[in-house]
């Protein structure tokens, strides 16, 4: 076991319902100790439901997104302190889908993982590149740019956050980045960690993008990939059980 987490980690999005969930959790709650972590991140109406399943065990659960204020007048939000209430110790914070749907800034994306950080709530910061920066080149400075803006929380989290490497063209597409591809963003995430001067070895980076069964184990070999963010393939136990047994 090396220095870091290895992680897997669902990401429901706008999906489930209370009775539909209930076999979903009850598979995850009952999913054998591998050598890494999982975890679910339900839309908020049922975090109650999978504090319910999963407490005692394992896994753990979270958020999508949370609040970067703690209080007040903020209609629609939930503040880090309710997710701490539901028993949450993960938070997905700038998920690519957030960024594009909500305007959500890399700026805005540091503030709610600062905000997650004091409440005690593991943030999963997402970062990554759409397709049309890539193909112009500019894949590492967007990343870098992300990477940055968060520098703050990054040494504050000394190693505590997690960071997703999540290509916005491998979200829901089929498309995965190669190994080699995820590979080498990864290992400049960790490099750029290094020279922000936050806890770059201690810190889990996972990759995210259409992991399935079949490609995760040799995505997860990788030298620098610390586990997978799964979306649609965490909605179906067989499958996020088969991708975390890849850890
Ligand atoms: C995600 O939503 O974080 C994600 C990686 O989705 P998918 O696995 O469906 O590509």
Redesign the pocket.
């Known amino acids: 076991m090396g220095l870091r987490n290895r992680w897997v980690i669902g990401?429901w999005?706008m999906n489930g319902s209370l009775a539909g969930n209930a076999a979903l959790l009850g598979a995850v709650a009952a999913a054998p100790s591998s050598v890494g972590k999982l975890g679910v991140c339900v839309p908020f109406p049922f975090l109650g439901q999978a504090q319910s399943a999963l407490a005692g065990g394992a896994a753990v659960w979270g958020g999508q997104d949370v609040s970067e204020h703690a209080s007040g007048a903020y209609t629609g939000q939930v503040s880090a302190a309710m997710l701490v209430e539901f028993g949450a110790s993960l938070v997905l914070v700038g998920?690519s889908?957030r960024r594009q749907y909500n305007a959500e800034t890399s700026d805005l994306v540091a503030r709610k993982a600062s905000a997650a950080l004091n409440a005690g709530v593991t943030p999963v910061i997402c970062v990554g590149e759409t397709l049309a920066e890539r193909e112009d080149g500019h894949a590492e400075a967007v990343v870098g740019q992300q990477l940055s803006a968060c520098r703050e929380v990054l040494l504050r989290a000394q190693g505590a956050a997690i960071l997703a490497y999540?290509p916005v063209w491998?979200?829901?597409?089929g498309k995965t980045a190669t190994p080699a591809e995820a590979q080498a963003m990864h290992a400049f995430i960790r490099a750029t960690l290094r020279v922000l001067g936050a806890e770059a070895e201690a810190t889990s980076i996972l990759y995210?993008?259409?992991?399935k069964a079949g490609n995760a184990r040799e995505l997860f070999s990788q030298a620098d990939i610390d586990g997978g963010?799964?979306?649609?393939?965490s909605l179906v136990a067989a499958d996020f059980l088969a991708i975390a047994a890849a850890l």
Do not use: Y
């Open positions: 990401n999005k998920h889908e999540e491998a979200i829901g597409t995210g993008g259409s992991v963010l799964i979306g649609g393939a």
